[in-house]
């Protein structure tokens, strides 16, 4: 049975964050390999070293326009005293040379064209001059002058990529080269996007008083498709716990992981909750977080399921402490966490002592080092700090304040440029 968090895990009821981290992550397991085609390959994490099968370059090729020639038979040539030739044929690009270049002859070649046989050097067309079947050379050339071997870039056996390496650009583009089209790699998780909530409507809708739309999907959303995972909206459930266990088991074949926002707290609306708590080996706990406290986690017919706060920047936060760490490591990704710098304060910020307390602030880098701006407010439903942040800073338990010029560790979630 999924080791699970309870409140009583600790004296006042919170779990330390990095306990209920660890409780989560150690749960949470590589999905199992697949074969796939290199277009959804690309982004996963290979499951096995990929070897080549062939080498790269497969023929030797020319590397420039001009002459295959003997290396031999221009050994002396130079402007007073051209080496002249017959020309014996044309090496083409995509084809066979259907001759070869014996004493005293050449063959015209195009730029990645294969060898002929019996050639072993490339003179430049413009170190040369033909007329009808002969051509003179004017410059010498060593064996192997603009030649492209056979296997310069890869040998047959070579590693193309290694067991555990992501696959970007430039390994999808050899893969591709090597004929390797089916890579074994980590699939990317499909996973299901609920919101619960009696009072949230579609953002296509305009609301009636006290309504609101729904942002927690959509952030959601973006943040999976940034983890690499593949997000499935699945719309808005009702405060209605029998109507949400409905929906969510409705999900299960397609599904390889479930996130909900909203109802994991104590009030009497909390769905969440009334829908699985006990059901599933699912678990609710206080994590001694802020924002994001309320948190549930287990597993609803074998799959992960992560059920977050109600509140945006709640959602936020918990997605990126529970569950960009776990896609990550379904994807069988080995680094796990955010980018971290120390950066100075430019604002002081505060927080309850007993907690982990995640400030959304802006970071920069000047001639003095990183830098640190608080965006807003610290409620948790202002998601516009959020927006203007590119990361957390952390005060952890204990601390309580920073002031400003004091350093404090923060976790970036984008890239400073963008």
């Not at 955010?338 to 910020?349: D, F, K, M, Q, Y």
Request: proline share 8%; charged share 20%.
């Amino acid at each position: 049975m999924p080791r699970a968090l309870h409140d009583h895990d600790s004296a006042d009821g919170l779990v330390p964050l990095d306990v209920a981290r660890e409780a989560v992550l150690s749960q949470i397991h590589p999905l199992p390999p697949l074969e796939l085609p290199l277009t959804d390959a690309y982004g996963c994490v290979t499951a096995a070293a990929v070897t080549a099968a062939v080498d790269l370059p497969e023929f030797a090729s020319s590397g420039m326009d001009g002459f295959a020639v003997r290396a031999a038979d221009v050994a002396d040539a130079s402007p007073d005293a051209p080496a002249e030739l017959k020309v014996v044929g044309r090496a083409m690009i995509g084809q066979r040379p259907d001759a070869t270049v014996g004493m005293g002859e050449a063959m015209k070649i195009a730029t990645g064209a294969p060898i002929p046989g019996g050639a072993d050097a490339v003179i430049p067309v413009e170190n040369t001059e033909a007329s009808g079947d002969l051509v003179r050379v004017f410059d010498t050339a060593a064996v192997g002058r603009h030649v492209r071997p056979q296997g310069e870039d890869v040998r047959v056996g070579d590693v193309l990529v290694a067991a555990g390496k992501r696959i970007g650009a430039p390994e999808i583009g050899l893969l591709a080269n090597a004929g390797v089209p089916h890579p074994l790699v980590h699939p990317r998780p499909r996973v299901i996007v609920f919101s619960t909530g009696d009072e949230l409507i579609a953002p296509t809708e305009s609301p009636s008083f006290g309504q609101v739309r729904d942002a927690n999907a959509y952030t959601l959303f973006g943040a999976l498709r940034e983890a690499g995972a593949i997000p499935v909206m699945a719309g808005i459930v009702r405060d209605d716990p029998e109507q949400l266990k409905e929906a969510v088991l409705s999900y299960e074949i397609q599904a390889d992981a479930f996130v909900s926002s909203g109802g994991v707290s104590v009030g009497e609306r909390d769905v969440v909750k009334a829908a699985f708590y006990r059901h599933g080996d699912v678990a609710f706990s206080k994590v001694a977080m802020q924002p994001g406290m309320p948190q549930g986690f287990g597993f609803l017919e074998g799959k992960p399921f992560f059920g977050l706060p109600g509140n945006p920047v709640s959602v936020f936060v918990s997605f990126e402490m529970f569950v960009r760490p776990a896609i990550l490591k379904m994807m069988g990704r080995a680094n796990l966490g955010r980018p971290e710098v120390s950066a100075a304060l430019t604002g002081s910020i505060e927080g309850p002592r007993d907690k982990s307390v995640f400030v959304r602030v802006d970071v920069t880098r000047g001639a003095e080092g990183w830098s640190a701006a608080p965006t807003g407010g610290r409620g948790s439903n202002l998601i516009s700090t959020v927006a203007r942040a590119n990361g957390l800073a952390v005060l952890p338990p204990g601390v309580g304040s920073l002031e400003a010029g004091e350093r404090v560790t923060v976790f970036l979630f984008r890239a400073n440029e963008d």
